[in-house]
Structures are given as C-alpha cells and as structure tokens.
Nanobody, 118 residues
Framework: VQLQGSGGGLVQAGGSLRLSCTASGRIFSSYTVGWFRQASGKEREFLSSIRLNGRLASYADSVRGRFTISKDNTKNIVYLQMNDLKPEDTAVYYC????????????WGQGTQVTVSS
C-alpha cells in the first residue's frame, strides 16, 4: 500500500483547508487510515482516524469539532477537512494506514505542509 497526502498550503487564521490521502495498491476495507501532524521541533501528533469499512471516526481533543475525517471508498481517498484553522495548526500533515486493529500505523504518505498565518 502506498499513500500520498496532498492539499496543504498557506491559509489565514480562521480559514479552511481540505487534505486528501490517496491510497494505491491492495486496499482492504478493514484497514484504518489516520491523519497525523508534526510541527517543527515537536513530536508527531495523532489527529484523526477512520476505518474504511465503517463510519466511526476518532479525533484528538486538539482538533475535535474543527476537523472532520471522511472517505470515498470508490476512489480510495480519505479526506481531512480542517476548519477554523489556527496558527498552532501549522505543521507537516501525514496520513498512514493501519492494517491490523490496535497495531501501529505504517505506510506513511508524503507529508503536506500546512501553514496558518495570524
């Protein structure tokens, strides 16, 4: 499985962006796709995840209510809609996939830079 993240950019505080994570290769509906970010000088942070065969999603407290994860199984794309962006959301955003429940995420996609200006 290969993942490609895209959709980052420069946005003013309060603005919105939608990130896309496009998966290629052998994809099973039991997989879970997650979004993470890493700000300069900080550790990687989990943001949200969704199982490809379900609708239930999980969110970090830092983004709950502002970010929404969704999927288009026909296109093998998982989106992260980010609203009300804040300067502290500035980071490189990554998507990854979890093959086995409760296992680690892997197959990290190329990161996409999100910069939020104040």
């Amino acid at each position: 499985v290969q993942l490609q993240g895209s959709g980052g950019g420069l946005v003013q505080a309060g603005g919105s962006l939608r990130l896309s994570c496009t998966a290629s290769g052998r994809i099973f509906s039991s997989y879970t796709v997650g979004w993470f970010r890493q700000a300069s000088g900080k550790e990687r942070e989990f943001l949200s995840s969704i199982r490809l065969n379900g609708r239930l999603a999980s969110y970090a407290d830092s983004v709950r209510g502002r970010f929404t994860i969704s999927k288009d199984n026909t296109k093998n794309i998982v989106y992260l809609q980010m609203n009300d962006l804040k300067p502290e959301d500035t980071a490189v955003y990554y998507c990854a996939i979890r093959v086995v429940p409760a296992s680690d995420f892997g197959s990290w996609g190329q990161g996409t830079q999100v910069t939020v200006s104040s």
